[in-house]
């Protein structure tokens, strides 16, 4: 722009004819652009934009300076885009600071400079001649089309004066009838007032047969302004009618607000009249407030009927919404009424929210499923956001919170306490009287399986579908939730392990006189079942029931903060873990020490009972062997219902048997030295060198199978068997009927353990004993022992037969 001036470049309107001179400028351009190097670079587009906006700047703004963006002004004189722009005083600076070089350099830039500029100009001045050609066709044609335009308008200005004067003509003639119309028109309103004041009288006296009321305190307000102007002149018999109505009016609006059969709405509405007629309802405050109190009872939530699937639920869902709605109603009433009344029915309302979180409590300590927990929550939690549009005052919203916590703690509680019934129903089943045959040991554990897991599962279900519900209520205890879940299964299975202990009498108090349970064979034998059923039960849940609880926990109920992370984690499946393995384990050692302990108490009478010395020749199998026998059918009986089926070890050898041959040898030797006390003495030596050579593991740990508890109750049952044999003094034939129970208990024996090893070890230890307590320890012939178990066999062979 300041090139443009230095080339004398004025400032004109574009309106002015510059082709001729723009030309020129072109032709100058070209022959000064010969001149300039090839090498000068092209101006970029934003710089172009920005010499445009100062090109048009500089014609069309009052002062160029405006426009002039140049960083580094010394002075107006130097200042190439400035109006006092000296050309002089700028070539001698230049000259003074700039060698050959740099003034061939600004000669460029100039150049390039002026060569944009004008090819700017140039631009510019065409697209605005062509917008002025463009603007002369238009007015043109507006002359053209606007020729004709003054004859028509000339027209219709003839035909607008005409109508005015024919309007005011009709105007003037119809003025006096106007006039006296309007005249008419007020006189005719006046008379229906009238005729409505004297009316009245009559109007009230139908609203009243209605009942009405709203029209006819509407109808008397409407006609108060008149009564106080003329109600003691003209129209005083009206009034004192009118009044005598409105006296009845008040009166029967007085009963509505008083009556308990009419609904909250109605009373709110006989107030809010009763103060329109400036009846003084103040005093009427403390009865209403105690009326809209007891109207309560209809709000009051009954979880029994919602949730009845019997019935349709809907009309009793309906008729509480209505309630809530009513009350709602005379709550705004009442505030309209009683501006100063927010406290007491701020107070009212809490109340009954919190009456009804009551009955929601009562109601989930029953067996309640999630989706009738959820109903209710749902109804109440309607209430309150009702009750909250017009009584914000009363946060229902927060005491709704605390006490919706209460509720879904106890309902948590309510649901394991159930579960843990449950599981102990069954397990109870075991004990009654008549139970075994009843309730067989399987059925009961399979019972007791399905309550403890498919139980856990169930309610897991139950609260995922808490857990998952949008409830606005729900949805802020969620968190909570998680960890009361969590706390719930880890203090069920501390209960259950504590119930479990219970049953089987380790616990403080003793569950066989707590439960009732007869006493007598029937009795032991139901309370040795249930301590089996309790110790498999115990490991069914350490190795399945835990691992599923847990999986199921960390993938929907994972998370919960409100405990916090110094109390730790809610749910330890660890500790239950060890807890119900340390349990089962010692109800299996339960189990078996009440079973050995009742077979030694038959074994200790058929030793204590006998005299030994004077025992006759054995001609039979004693009669206490088939009893040993027949409680070890029965031990073997419950074992196969409860407990798996495992491997046989131990089997006997071909060395096992050359050591019994031995110990036979050794008897008849010992047979041969007992004339004299050194061969007896030798033979004492040489059974405890037996003892200490032969590396027979008697007592191994209890596994959950079939064989190891049987056999362990076999090895225990031996080793009493033998202690009693200790005790005691035998003859000859003492002992040879020891001798023959033995050797036919070795038959049966083998079948049932699984350690036939440690078997026959123990029963020739029991031999042993035997001879070491007789004054002639000659055993029986093989023969003979022979012939007697045959006999023996035979004789049960054929009782099986008959039966």
Known sequence: ?????????????????????????????????????????????????????????????????????????????????????????????????????GLLQRHVEMAAEIKNLDTDLQMLVYENYNKFISATDTIKRMKSNISGMETNMEQL?????????????????????????????????????????????????????????ADAVRFYTGAMPIFKAYGDSSFRDCKQASEEAIAIIIKNLQGKLFSDSESIQMRAEAAVLLKQLDFPVDNLKA???????????????????????????????????????????????FRAIFPDSEEQLVKLAQNLIAKNFVIIEEYVKTRICAADLLGVLRVIWNDVLLIDEVLK????????????????????????????????????????????EECSLEVAFDASKKGVLQGGMNVLLDFRKILDHDSGILVKLRESIIDWVQEGF?????????????????????????????????????????VLVLAQLSAFIEQ?????????????????????????????????????????????????????????????????????????????????????????EVIGNEVKQILPQGTRKHRRTDSDGSSASSRSNSLR??????????????LLETHLAKLFKQKVEIFTKVEYTQGSVVTTIVKLCLKSLQEYVRLQTFNRSGFQQIQLDIQFLRIPLRETVEDEAAMDFLLDEVIVATAERCLDPIPLESPILDKLIQAKLAKTKEQITIS
């Open 157 to 213: 200005l003839e035909k607008i004066t005409s109508v005015q004067s024919r309007s005011d003509s009709v105007n003037t003639s119809l003025i006096d009838k106007r006039e006296h119309i309007e005249k008419l028109h007020r006189t005719c309103n006046l008379l229906r007032k009238v005729q409505f004041i004297y009316d009245l009288p009559d109007r009230l006296g139908k609203c009243i047969k209605s009942e009405a009321y």
């Open 287 to 333: 009865k209403l407030l105690e009326k809209l109190e007891q109207s309560l009872t209809d709000i009051q939530l009954k979880p029994e009927e919602i949730n009845n699937t019997s019935v349709d639920p809907s009309p009793i869902v309906s008729a509480h919404e209505e309630a809530v709605h009513e009350f709602v109603e005379a709550v705004r009433a």
């Open 490 to 530: 880890q203090d069920f299975f501390r209960q259950l392990e504590d119930q479990f202990l219970l049953f089987s009498g380790k616990s403080k108090s003793s569950a066989i006189l707590d439960l009732g349970l007869s006493e007598g064979a029937q009795g032991d034998k139901a309370f040795a079942g249930l």
């Open 669 to 682: 030797e010992e047979k041969l030295g007992r004339s004299n006390t050194r061969g007896r003495s030798q």
């Open 544 to 632: 399945t029931v835990i691992p599923k609880i847990t999986e199921e926990i960390a993938a929907t109920f994972s998370g919960g903060s409100v405990r916090g992370y110094d109390y730790g984690p809610a749910f330890v499946p660890g500790e239950i873990c060890r807890k119900f393995r340390s349990a089962g384990e010692k109800f299996l050692h339960l189990y078996i020490n009440a079973r050995t302990q009742k077979i030694s108490i038959l074994l200790k009478k058929r030793f204590t009972t006998p005299n030994w010395v004077k025992h006759k020749e054995p001609r039979e199998i004693h009669m206490f062997v088939d009893l040993f026998l027949q409680e070890l």
């Open 1 to 101: 722009m300041g090139l443009a001036r230095v080339r004398g470049i004025p400032k004109i309107p574009f309106a002015r004819s510059q082709k001729k001179e723009t030309e020129k400028r072109t032709v100058r351009n070209r022959e000064e652009e010969k001149e300039v190097k090839m090498g000068a670079d092209e101006v970029p587009v934003d710089d172009k934009a920005k010499r445009m906006r100062d090109l048009l700047s500089s014609f069309y703004s009052p002062d160029s300076s405006i426009s002039s963006n140049s960083p580094n002004k010394t002075s107006k004189h130097d200042d190439i885009n400035s109006d006092s722009f000296d050309p002089d005083y700028y070539m001698n600076i230049l000259v003074h600071k700039s060698n050959l070089e």
């Open 393 to 436: 005052e009363a946060a229902l919203s927060n005491h709704s919170l605390e006490a919706a916590k209460v509720v879904v703690t106890l309902y948590v509680r309510s649901v394991f306490s159930h579960l843990l019934q449950d599981i102990s129903d069954s397990l109870l089943k075991i004990l009654k009287k008549d139970g075994a």
